[in-house]
Structure formats: C-alpha cells, structure tokens
C-alpha cells in the first residue's frame, strides 16, 4: 500500500488477521507461526510458538487467492469465502447504527457485517473496484486493495453466553 512504510508490515489483502498487518484489526487478529518466523529470522529474537494461532484469513485457499481478484462477476469467488465478502453496508438512516444482515468476521470468531457500501459522486480514491456497480467500496478499511471485509462487529462469539441478566416471569 503506497501509504505504508514498504516492507514494514504484512500485506492486508493477503494477511488482514496478523498481528503485523499494518492496522489492528480488533478481535481477529492472531499471532501466527510466519510471523514469530519472520521474527526469529531477523536474528533478533527467539520465538516461543506454544502460543500462536493459525490464521483462517486464506488458510487453504491456495494461489488464486493470492493471484486472483476478491470479487468475481459481483460475488465472492470460492477461493475467497470466508475472507472476503459481497453483502451492501445498511446504516440506519436516523442513527447511523450498522443494521446489515451478518455473518462471520475472517477469524470465524466475531459476528460482523461487510464493510461495502456506496461512495458519493466523486469520492473513488482510485483504488481497485470489483463490482460492475463502480459506487460500490470499502467504507472503513481500503487497505486491503479495496478487497470488501467483514470488520463491522456486533458480538464476540468467545464471549460467555448468557450474559444479560434473566427475568422472572
């Protein structure tokens, strides 16, 4: 990405859950085994990987995920289901709150909504587009190529449930 320090951080478009991607990406980031490899292979440290997470942004995807596009004829190709996503942004149009239909964020761990939706007249940034409707991008996060995400969350399924209180009846 031109507004990143080249080489300081794993590519989001292929590494959006790792801990060296260039943005935290909230509750689905991981700290993977490429990552403490790249850090014992600095000579600088020695990793411990009793504590790392297989990242599922990609895993088993194979080479059309690196080398192909996110989106295919307007819908997520099979290469890139679960990583990538195809579903309109639907704020509330009184409060602004994110009322789209969700689904699972990459980490497979948080309840989330697709970070796409219509950009005005004159508000492209250039980037990539991938839909056959052009006004359709990223809204928060571009920094995966404009490849659209699942970064809007709702719930952490990791948290206990039945946490609200109960009511007698």
Known sequence: NVEDCF???WDERLFFSETMG???NGPSNVLSPLTLALME?????????????????????????V???????????????GSFCS?????NKYNGNVISPSECDPSHYVVSA??????????????????????LAPQRFKKADNCPIAIHYFHDCRDQPNKFPKFKG
């Open 87 to 91: 579903t309109e942004l639907i704020k």
């Open 114 to 135: 697709c970070d796409l939706g219509r950009e005005e007249e004159g508000e492209n940034d250039g980037g990539e587009r991938y839909f056959s409707d052009k006004s």
């Open 41 to 65: 292979d600095s000579g600088w440290y020695t990793a411990n990987y009793d504590s790392v997470e297989v990242s599922s942004f990609g895993h088993g995807a194979g080479c059309e995920f």
């Open 7 to 9: 080489g300081s951080h």
């Open 22 to 24: 260039a943005v935290r």
């Open 67 to 81: 080398n192909g596009p996110c989106i295919v004829d307007d819908e997520v190709p099979d290469y890139g289901r």
